[in-house]
């Protein structure tokens, strides 16, 4: 989606398996692929030099340099990129035994106090409540003055500027400056100080820019008064909200001391609980804060996330620990370390780890924030799937090698989401539920939202059947428990979030195309048998009371107006998107009824899916942009995920699929790939952000409208965009402005449902899927636009289905080997002009006609049906 006890469940991992691979030659071998070290770490170590693009060496296992995924559950960083304060040794944290790491911080003097009887008075102050720790708080102006580093004064305007905070002492001081202490719930970054001298108020201070929590304020010269005023106007804006938080000022201008710290880099985004070896401390329960970041622009002394903060925990934005004098080895769980205090949050998704010698005010005395403290090593218990080159079932290699790593960075990521659900670390806004409890589930991303949502599923789960579809039970699992959730009215939830009552209008349509998706790839009969009725609730009870007299989905009816999508979106009516999704989703059921026999239902599902198109062309086509609109009501404007869906469903003919890809071409490219809205009519920012989640159906869209270059240079610009910008590898959430991340720190930076790229590459480049469940029908329809030669295999229940093909200006030369018991279809791509197909050397089509049976031809392609199993090769002459 778009926004520490441990289990005795076992790490999610498979035995090695026998595959089949592609040699040189276009020969089919088989072989057991050999583990090898991890991959390149920096997301520049696997690109060319400029100029001189990489050969991609053509053999058996070529693709295992691309493998990114570690060799076990042990993951120690890299490189050390920082260290700040009075560290030695920082590199010793990278190799276990030898010297030690070792941070060292004096205790602290006491600090300045304002005189007995000084009092303060704020603009606003906030009503007391429940605070981070469940306590009960006040946040009176007085608290910045009460000598107390754990209470504050937090106004009560959130993002209204200007705040005030007036301090008045009871005889004139002198004062050469002040301090300002705020906490890391967010910062006053923008602020004056004046004092009174007489009648009047003078500005002594101005500061402007500050992500300081102790920020000194030096005045110019030494100023005598009884009053200073703090006037703000501006604020760190954190999930915390914007408001301004003063914890002390501190009558001088007191430094704040370089704390000793040290961060490391494992190379790229993992998963897992943290684990760092204490060789010894000092005997006065040294405190450690560890800052976790999947990038350096947000890597700061706070988290870019933790669940601690989402749910309103004690961690304020770091993950705590005390170091006893003679050493330990520390596994980060959540929980406290004894008395309510010392909070971890256990579990963390990041690339960069900061570990700083400090202790939370509100901690003491169990933990203190000055002493020595000894480190060993730090590594990471893997949580996620270990895709090793003996694990993946499903592989693929082209001669491109950009488009090797995003493949290959798609299934990473996606592993890092293939996890068990786990209490301790699931989205904590009511996630967590029994019946998922301790199975293997598909999250949406690895640092959040760690909660599967069915719509993540339609992209997540291609990928995971397409490398490692011995873990199907990851989408099953989820899409089982769904639909036991499922409300009487037929709706079904989109995630256990919320108590599975988060409402979102789109998902069970995601649910019904993700269902037929699973039985299509694993043939589960069962599955589709138990969970069929539940299907038909969908479609034929909760998505009729949601439609309109011309036929059409319109959010808004049956009190609908409040349900949100895949990004929140605030769009009512006649939807594009809801309707070609809800035609695919009724193509999809009809489908799935005829593979069990229930020819009535399914005849009245595609009789709909038609009649719905239909309504869809009359109603939300807009000839004057040539592309569908994104809704019938409000500003006219043209989304990717309508326009995208419309073409991949059929709801778009030829000559309205040119078109539509044509006004997309014309209005939403970016560098960084295309952006999901043509205009920002309905929010700001529109036009310049990207989801690869919904520019998968655009790629899929351009293979399979002819226009494999375009669809080439979509995932160059999206993927290569992702690739080559910190973290690397893994593929994010969203793309804002710029190329930046969409939702700042809070962006996922690897999130299953952005790896659409890897389905697209393997089904269209490659040209291989399934057409009937459990691939007992599949076909070969390879799309090369640019890309020299392609080879790959899929697993299948049967066995592997391997593809090889080579393309040049002359000849098209495609082989497959085919498992027993299935049935396919090759197309070939034969161009304009004539050309011949022979089969195992046989001419099947001269160039006119066909010389074979089952050989037809559509356009610039030529198909040879009725495939059983084992080899089978085919050459194009042009």
């Given amino acids: 989606m778009s926004s520490s006890r441990r289990t005795s469940q076992p790490h999610p991992q498979t035995a090695p398996s026998r595959r089949t691979v592609i040699a040189a030659g276009a020969t089919l071998t088989a072989l057991t692929a050999a583990g090898l070290p991890l991959a390149a770490s920096s997301p520049a170590a696997a690109a060319p030099s400029a100029g001189s693009p990489a050969v991609v060496p053509r053999g058996a296992a070529s693709w295992h340099r691309y493998v990114q995924g570690p060799s076990g559950r042990t993951i120690r960083p890299v490189r050390v990129i920082a260290s700040t304060g009075a560290v030695r040794r920082p590199e010793a944290l990278l190799e276990r035994g030898g010297e030690v790491t070792v941070l060292e ?46 209470s504050f004064w937090n106004d009560d305007t959130l993002g209204a500027f200007p705040d005030t905070l007036t301090l008045t002492v009871p005889a004139v001081q002198q004062l050469s400056g002040i301090t300002v202490l705020s906490n890391s719930d967010g910062v006053p970054t923008d602020f004056t100080v004046d004092i009174r001298q007489g009648d009047a108020w003078h500005t002594v201070a101005a500061v402007s820019g500050n992500d300081a929590v102790q920020r000194a304020v030096p005045f110019s010269a030494p100023v005598s008064t009884t009053q200073v005023r703090i006037t703000v106007t501006n604020v760190q804006d954190t999930p915390r909200g914007a408001f301004t938080r003063i914890n002390e000022v501190w009558p001088a201008a007191v430094e704040a001391p370089e704390l000793p710290s040290v961060t490391v880099d494992f190379g790229k985004v993992v998963v897992g609980f943290p684990r760092i070896r204490f060789a010894s401390a000092s005997d006065n329960s040294p405190g450690v804060r560890l800052a976790f970041s999947e990038t350096r622009q947000f890597l700061t002394d706070r988290s870019d996330f933790t669940r601690s903060d989402q749910a309103g925990g004690a961690g304020q934005g770091t993950d705590q620990f005390a170091v006893p004098a003679g050493g330990t080895t520390w596994t980060d769980r959540k929980g406290f370390l004894r008395d309510g205090k010392v909070f971890a949050d256990g579990l963390h998704g990041f690339r960069y780890l900061k570990i700083t010698l400090d202790a939370l005010a509100t901690d003491a005395p169990v933990a203190q924030p000055w002493g020595t403290v000894r480190i060993e090593s730090v590594d990471l218990d893997f949580t996620g799937y270990i895709g090793t080159p003996s694990t993946y079932r499903g592989w693929f290699l082209c001669s491109d090698d950009d488009l090797n790593r995003y493949w290959y960075g798609a299934s990473y990521t996606n592993e890092l989401v293939t996890d068990t659900f786990r209490q301790d670390d699931v989205d904590p806004r009511n996630a967590w539920t029994s019946s998922l409890e301790g199975k293997l589930v598909l999250h949406d991303g690895a640092k959040r939202d760690r909660d599967p949502y069915v719509g993540d599923l339609a992209v997540s789960a ?67 048998t138990r969970y069929y009725p539940h299907l ?243 076909e070969v329809r390879p799309h090369p636009g640019d890309v020299a030669w392609a080879q790959g295999q899929l697993p299948t229940p049967a066995g592997p289905l391997a593809v090889d093909w080579t393309n040049t200006t002359k000849s098209f030369t495609l082989t497959v080997e085919a498992p027993r018991g299935t049935r396919g279809t090759v197309s070939l791509p034969v161009g304009s002009a004539l050309a011949v197909v022979r089969q195992e050397g046989h001419v099947v089509w ?22 059983g199993p084992g080899h089978h090769r085919f050459t194009v002459t042009r």
């Fill in 105 to 150: 911080r004096p205790q602290p003097v006491a600090p300045p106090r304002w005189p007995q009887g000084t009092t303060a008075a704020a603009s606003s102050s906030h009503a007391g409540n429940l605070g981070n720790d469940g306590n009960p708080r006040t946040y009176e102006a007085g608290n910045a003055v009460d000598g107390d580093l754990d």
């Fill in 462 to 528: 291609r990928t995971l059947y397409l490398t490692h579809d011995d873990t199907a039970a990851a989408a099953r699992n989820v899409l089982a428990d769904l639909a036991d959730h499922q409300r009487a009215d037929g709706w079904i939830p989109p995630a256990s979030i919320s108590s599975y009552d988060l409402p979102l209008f789109d998902y069970p349509l995601w649910w019904v195309t993700c269902s037929w998706d699973y039985v299509l790839y694993t043939g589960d009969r069962s599955y589709a």
């Fill in 536 to 778: 038909g609730k969908v479609l034929d009870t909760w998505y009729p009371s949601v439609t309109d007299s011309a036929g059409l989905l319109s959010k808004g009816l049956g009190d609908t107006g409040r349900y949100g999508d895949y990004a929140f979106l605030d769009r009512t009516g006649r939807i594009t998107y809801y309707n070609a999704l809800y035609v695919q989703a009724l193509q999809d059921s009809a489908a799935l009824a005829r593979w069990l026999g229930h020819e009535a239902d399914a005849e009245r599902w595609a009789e709909r899916a038609r009649n719905v198109a239909a309504a869809v062309n009359t109603h939300l086509w807009d000839d004057s942009a040539g592309a569908y609109l994104d809704s019938s009501t409000g500003a006219a404007r043209h989304a990717q995920d309508g326009n995208s869906l419309a073409i991949v469903s059929g709801v778009a003919g030829t000559e309205r699929a040119a078109a539509a890809l044509d006004h997309l071409d014309a209005t939403t490219r970016l560098p960084y790939g295309n952006a999901f809205m043509d205009n920002d009519t309905l929010f700001d920012g529109a036009s310049q952000r990207v989801y690869a989640f919904t520019s998968y159906p655009e790629i899929v869209a351009r293979f399979e409208s002819g226009r494999a270059s375009s669809a080439l240079d979509q995932i160059r610009r999206t993927y290569g965009w992702m690739d080559s910008h910190d973290p690397g590898t893994t593929h994010w959430e969203g793309i804002g402005p710029g190329g930046s991340l969409y939702e700042g720190a809070y962006t996922s930076m690897a999130h299953g449902w952005s790896t659409g790229v890897l389905p697209a590459l393997t089904h269209q480049l490659l040209g291989a899927r399934p057409t009937s469940p459990g691939y007992t029908g599949w």
């Fill in 846 to 867: 001269d160039g006119r006609r066909a010389r074979a049976g089952r050989v037809t031809k559509d356009g610039d392609r030529v198909s040879v049906s009725g495939l």
